[in-house]
């Protein structure tokens, strides 16, 4: 039986520091969940963030009355990219908060810029029937 070939992770900006805050059970639930996008499955806690389309996905992990969620995009060929990772403040409702989104946007440049400066023009994404290359398992 072959090997399972792993799509790199790459973090930006704080995402990685960010995540290593939490407690032990938030930070298996969010590897596990990144683990099965490098092998391309969708982990049943991952949810698309709306805001952002398609190819922006987040973990949501619920833990002693808490909320953590873990942003990353599938919508590079070369590597997968936790956006940002953070703890849900609000208490209404269930929207990420505008500030959240907005430094979401600003890494996901980020992260294209890095992507094209590392893996060159053409590394975007563009299998599945709505670009997500993942599939649920």
């Known amino acids: 039986m072959g090997k399972a070939v792993l799509t790199p992770v790459k973090w930006v900006g704080s995402?990685?520091?960010?995540?290593?805050?939490f407690l032990a059970a938030v930070q298996d639930h969010v590897g596990f969940a990144l683990y099965?996008?490098?092998?391309g499955f969708t982990h049943r806690d991952v949810k698309r963030l709306k805001a952002l389309g398609v190819h922006v996905l987040e973990v949501v992990s619920r833990y002693d009355g808490d909320t953590y969620r873990a942003v990353y995009t599938?919508?590079?060929k070369a590597a997968i990219y936790v956006l940002h990772v953070f703890?849900?403040?609000a208490k209404r409702g269930i929207a990420t908060p505008?500030?959240?989104?907005?430094?979401?946007?600003?890494?996901?440049?980020?992260?294209e810029q890095h992507d094209r400066d590392t893996y060159g023009e053409g590394s975007i994404n563009t299998r599945g029937k709505n670009g997500d290359r993942t599939r649920q398992r």
């Open 15 to 21: 995402s990685k520091e960010d995540l290593k805050k």
């Open 36 to 39: 099965q996008a490098q092998v």
């Open 74 to 76: 599938v919508w590079f």
């Open 87 to 89: 703890q849900k403040k």
């Open 98 to 111: 505008r500030q959240e989104i907005d430094l979401v946007k600003r890494r996901l440049k980020a992260a």
